[in-house]
């Protein structure tokens, strides 16, 4: 099992449809991220969230860090095409950099 | 604007044979990490290092190890590569708290 645990694993969805991906973990954070990650790229920071509680906007991407910084979700509203990729949220616990179990997402025109 | 440089980007090995892939940052950067990805997956931490001459295990660190050079240079080898080994990897750097900088990747095949 991986320290950061990612749900759904996987998200076919329609154009237009609202989606939430959620990154739990027992452990708490000091601040968790959000990537995204083309194929044949290297993940590329989306937002770190930081303050316990912490809603941070970013377009159409809401992003939400748990109260206890245990756990932190994503929501996109209204997807897109060109929101398809790999999700992936991230943190660090005494230097070590953990990433999440991954959401790949498929949006369909 | 280099970033993070990572070689080779792709490299087929036999059953095994040794190798070492290369990463070099220009940022500064203290603490440097080797990943592998397997397909569809999340990112697995195999080594890291907080600064130069540190290093410690991740998640993954069996049949690899690593070598911090320099604060620029973090290198991974595979002792005696197996199909296991088979995966992308990705080198990072980053300062505490902030973004994480990756390089290209290297697809590494193990026949």
């Known amino acids: 099992t991986q320290l950061l645990e990612q749900s759904p694993q996987f998200l076919s969805i329609q154009e237009g449809e609202n989606l939430t991906v959620y990154c739990n973990s027992s452990s708490v954070f000091s601040s968790l991220q959000w990537y995204r990650q083309e194929p044949g790229e290297g993940p590329v920071l989306l937002v770190t969230v930081v303050t316990g509680g912490e809603v941070k906007k970013l377009k159409r991407l809401t992003f939400q860090f748990g109260d206890a910084r245990k756990d932190s979700s994503l929501h996109i509203t209204a997807a897109q095409p060109g929101d398809t990729g790999l999700y992936l949220c991230a943190g660090s616990v005494f230097n070590k950099f953990y990433f999440g179990s991954g959401t790949k997402l498929n949006v369909k025109p | 604007n280099a970033g993070v440089t990572q070689t080779p980007k792709f490299q087929v090995l036999k059953t095994g044979q040794s190798m070492t892939l290369q990463c070099a940052q220009d940022m500064n950067h203290n603490s440097m990490y080797w990943y592998r990805q397997d397909p569809g997956m999340g990112l697995r931490l195999i080594y890291y290092?907080?600064?130069?001459?540190?290093?410690d295990k991740g998640e993954v660190p069996n049949g690899y190890n690593v070598s911090r050079l320099n604060k620029r240079e973090f290198s991974l080898r595979l002792e005696s590569a197996a199909p296991s080994q088979t995966s992308v990897y990705f080198c990072a750097s980053k300062r505490r708290d902030t973004e994480a900088f990756f390089g290209q990747g290297t697809r590494l095949t193990v026949v």
């Open positions: 290092s907080a600064s130069e001459g540190t290093t």
